[in-house]
């Protein structure tokens, strides 16, 4: 009997005392949409009141402040707004400083009277200055990458200037920016400007190649737009990539769902939309040299020529002829884009060396001492073909 | 288990005394006289018969259950007129009275004799008429029951939209009639016996010999033979008398109070127990398949009734977890939610003064009080009941922020689901247990949830209903897989040919030939 007494309280304590205890009602929890993360800067300190008076209190607090590094910004929203009932600003945002990321976390509990939950995070910014410093981002990623509540579905993008504007502005339709930009990020026509880059490929592909791309975002007072991308090698953030150059490595990686590009064939502008039908890396040795080759195929259709030109878009002729256009202007452009990542950059974003680890290991055992050498003065061979599949209907 | 030992142990033998009838009129008169002394409802009809007037005879029946236009027509006015109509030689009948009254007499088609003066006390009990009379060591009992009684109407709490639209009454006699419609069988058995020490409540075992299984019937006649009660009120008496876990809140014997039903079960192999006074049926051994049917699912095409049956499991999950699935959501998980509908939630909980399992309590404390206060009330006051408190109170509720509009919808939909299971018994059920499972979720958020459903799921599946598992045909290592073509779906009538293998029987086939394929195609199904 007393076995089974001990049984019975054995399971019992596994029962009661396994799993999570932290019960907090769903309206206490402030759902941390957006966080923003700055370098601190000396004369932004004491923007907040409370702050202010706190460090005119003493030496010590001033001996503290003289060890913050980070700057950050959570805003969580307005949710009696959302529902319909309530009043004020649709976001709330905090800002403060401190040693490091959950220094200031913690710090926040402070100002804030609910219980700052993660696993909502849709939208994390870094700001520009921030990005460049190796230490920082480091800290930053280690930071993101062991907290369990936040996704690997999370936008993490790079902004010139400081993170915590991106967070204040609010666009028109959705008030709350890291909703809008999640809505933004999951459209299914988006351009391929938009890097196809979020949280869980950029920590994957730094871990296995030590480079990365993260999208850029750009805001002003009540507009945010994401376009081109940051690249970040070696834990920092070396330079940017503009929208086209951003398009071009998207086609690079076959990451595009469909790119616009325009030719001018016999004297007309003639707009055309391209889906990837393919897109082939592939990596191997000739002659002692490391050759990348690119298999670029898209196939679409014609989206815009010139009204009254009878039969002039249904001619095979001239869609032949836009076909070795498209095809050489478009090899022309990802061309001058590998050569900017392989030289200037000298980062393996289409992560030729991981091809190679995976398919050629014999290779990459001769080179992986000193990749980082050999990539920048690989050979590059693209071919890119074009297909016009559809010309649009015309009377 | 004390308690059971003893209701189930051997009944105390205490035989009653055995009165033999005497062959003096005035002796038996007197003896049944003093039997009923304190029953001012018997009648004692004494006359003469003859024309000399000197045979004594005498009718004992209780007013209000025995026919008196028959005893009129057939039993007085035949000794009493036509009798002395007759000439006959008293002298040569002297000894042979009862031959010539039963053979010559009496114009009533049920009649029999008794020898012992309790038993004809029980049958003047039951409704039947007596007849002594001089010189004959017996007594007459003339089958003469007949009492007011409810005639045959919808069956009220099983309703469908097809099928047959009349249900049980509080009459055995009829509704053994209903069954016996249904089957013209030599084979379907109606055994009845009484039980209920003062009550003698008529109790009918019904099966069919060759398809019944052998083992449930006798553990089902052997629990029947050990009650030993004052009396049964209700064929919930019996239920409770002879189910098999008292601690379990599930129904392990199935009612019902329409005659189809309990064909159908009967053609299945199960057992049914009729009682008299009580319009519900009971059906053994219950499992889950027949707990969550409807006699509609047979009648309607297959493609709809296995669409309806998955429904009903749907519904089974969402009145037994709905509310603690919302509990644990809003209190520990909020990550689970969409952001928007989490954003949502949370802002419509906004200054909602208690925490979500206090407000699920107080709702679905409402919702139980709504349908209790509903069925007390007069048909014509329930549904403004309804209104009153479905509406107006949720509506009010939200208004003034005590609850949030997100709980009244859960609520709403906790109440629809637990009514759309077909069998009440087994729907009150899962009405308690949504308890437990909601205060497990305010304890321990989902991981209680599952812990609670787990302590369920292993008591289902340890569960057993006259030795058949209650989670038949899905828990049960007699199961074939023709019997899930009775299950959380319903296959053509035409490719169930086998009655359910898990209630393992003789007589196994139940569709011998298919119905007539169009022509040109194939007449595979036939050889089967």
């Known amino acids: 009997m007393a076995k089974g007494k001990m049984g019975i309280l054995i399971l019992g304590v596994i029962c009661f005392l396994s799993g999570c205890w932290d019960k907090v009602e769903i309206d206490k929890q402030a759902f941390v949409l957006g966080i923003a993360i700055d370098k601190f800067e000396k004369e932004e300190k004491a923007q907040q009141k409370a702050d202010l008076e706190m460090e005119s209190n003493g030496a010590r607090e001033t001996e503290e402040s003289a060890r913050n590094r980070y700057s950050v910004t959570f805003t969580y929203p307005n949710t009696g707004l959302i529902a319909g009932k309530g009043e004020g600003d649709p976001n709330f945002i905090f800002t403060s400083v401190g040693e490091n990321l959950n220094d200031v976390r913690k710090l926040l509990t402070s100002r804030i009277d609910s219980n700052l939950y993660f696993g909502h995070t849709k939208l994390i910014v870094i700001g520009e200055e921030a990005a460049k410093d190796t230490v920082m981002l480091r800290e930053i990623f280690d930071a993101i990458e062991r907290s369990p509540s936040l996704g690997r579905k999370i936008d993490l993008m790079i902004t010139r200037g400081k993170a915590k504007e991106v967070l204040s502005c609010s666009p028109p339709p959705t008030p709350a920016v890291a909703l809008f930009i999640r809505d933004l990020m999951m459209q299914q026509s988006r351009t391929a400007r938009i890097p196809d880059a979020d949280l869980g490929y950029i920590l994957r592909s730094m871990h296995e190649s030590n480079t990365a791309i993260a999208p850029r975002i750009i805001c002003s007072e009540d507009d945010v737009k994401v376009a081109g991308c940051a690249v970040l090698k070696d834990f920092k953030m070396l330079g940017w990539l503009g929208e086209l150059e951003t398009r071009n490595l998207m086609i690079l990686m076959n990451k595009t769902r469909s790119i616009q590009i325009a030719v001018k064939v016999d004297g007309v502008e003639t707009g055309c939309e391209l889906r990837q039908s393919l897109g082939k890396m592939k990596v191997f040795e000739r002659d002692g040299e490391i050759v990348i080759s690119f298999a670029i195929e898209m196939e679409g259709e014609v989206e815009q020529h010139m009204f009254e030109i009878r039969q002039g878009a249904y001619i095979d002729k001239f869609i032949k002829n836009v076909e070795t256009q498209l095809a050489q202007e478009l090899k022309a452009q990802i061309e001058s884009t590998f050569i900017k990542i392989q030289k200037e950059y000298g980062a393996d974003l289409v992560q030729a060396g991981e091809y190679l680890r995976k398919f050629q290991p014999d290779i990459w055992e001769k080179v992986k001492d000193n990749w980082d050498e050999i990539f920048p003065n690989a050979e590059v061979e693209i071919t890119v073909k074009a297909a016009i599949r559809r010309v649009g209907t015309v009377r | ?528």
């Open chain 2, 1 to 528: 288990m004390d308690f059971f030992k003893e209701l189930f142990s051997k009944k105390k033998n205490n035989p009653r005394e055995k009165i033999p009838v005497k062959k003096d009129y005035h002796e038996n008169l007197d003896r049944i006289k003093e039997i009923l002394a304190g029953t001012d409802d018997v009648v004692y009809r004494e006359f003469k018969v003859g024309k000399q007037q000197k045979m004594h005879f005498a009718t004992i029946f209780i007013d209000g259950l025995a026919d008196k236009d028959l005893l009129n027509e057939s039993v007085l006015k035949s000794l009493m007129l036509l009798s002395r109509m007759a000439e006959l030689d008293l002298h040569s009948l002297r000894e042979k009275v009862y031959e010539v009254i039963r053979d010559a007499a009496l114009s009533v088609s049920d009649m029999r004799e008794v020898e012992e003066i309790n038993e004809a006390v029980d049958n003047i009990l039951s409704g039947e008429t007596l007849l002594i009379f001089d010189n004959w060591e017996k007594i007459v009992v003339i089958a003469t029951k007949k009492w007011p009684s409810r005639g045959v109407t919808e069956p009220s709490t099983e309703t469908v939209i097809r099928g047959a639209q009349e249900g049980f009454t509080e009459t055995m006699r009829m509704n053994t009639a209903l069954i016996r419609r249904r089957i013209r069988d030599p084979k379907l058995c109606i055994k009845q016996m009484q039980i209920g020490r003062r009550s003698k409540t008529d109790v009918a075992v019904i099966y069919i010999e060759e398809i019944v299984n052998k083992a449930v019937l006798k553990m089902v006649k052997e629990r029947l033979d050990y009650i030993d009660i004052d009396n049964i009120m209700e064929s919930g008496y019996i239920e409770q008398l002879i189910e098999d876990e008292w601690r379990s809140p599930f129904p392990q014997i199935q009612h019902s109070q329409r005659p189809d039903v309990v064909a159908a079960a009967l053609y299945e192999g199960r057992v049914v127990i009729l009682v008299d006074n009580t319009p519900f049926a009971l059906i053994a051994p219950a499992t889950i398949t027949a707990l969550l049917q409807s006699p509609e699912d047979y009648y309607e095409r297959f493609f709809i009734a296995s669409a309806i049956r998955l429904l009903r499991y749907f519904s089974l999950g969402t009145a037994l977890l709905l509310p603690a699935i919302y509990i644990a959501i809003t209190s520990y998980h909020p990550g689970m939610l969409p952001t928007s509908l989490a954003l949502y939630v949370a802002g419509s909980r906004n200054n909602v003064p208690f925490p979500a399992f206090i407000e699920a309590f107080i709702m679905e404390g409402a919702i139980e009080l709504l349908r209790e206060a509903g069925i007390r009330l007069p048909a014509p006051i329930g549904a403004t009941i309804g209104i009153v408190g479905g509406l107006v109170l949720g509506q009010a509720a939200v208004e003034a922020g005590i609850v949030s509009p997100l709980m009244v919808i859960v609520v709403a939909l906790t109440a629809m689901a637990a009514y759309s299971t077909p069998s009440y018994s087994f729907a009150i059920a899962f009405r308690l247990l949504r308890f437990m499972l909601m205060a497990a979720a305010a304890f321990l958020g989902l991981y209680g949830v599952m812990l609670a459903l787990l302590m369920i799921l292993t008591h289902l599946c340890n569960l057993k209903s006259f030795g058949v598992p209650y989670l038949s045909p899905y828990a049960a290592s007699s199961t074939t897989f023709n019997d899930f073509k009775d299950s959380f779906i319903k296959v053509s009538l035409r490719f169930m040919q086998k009655r359910p293998q898990y209630l393992h029987r003789e007589d196994s086939t139940r569709l011998k030939k298919n119905p007539i394929e169009p022509a040109g195609e194939e007449d595979e199904d036939e050889q089967k």
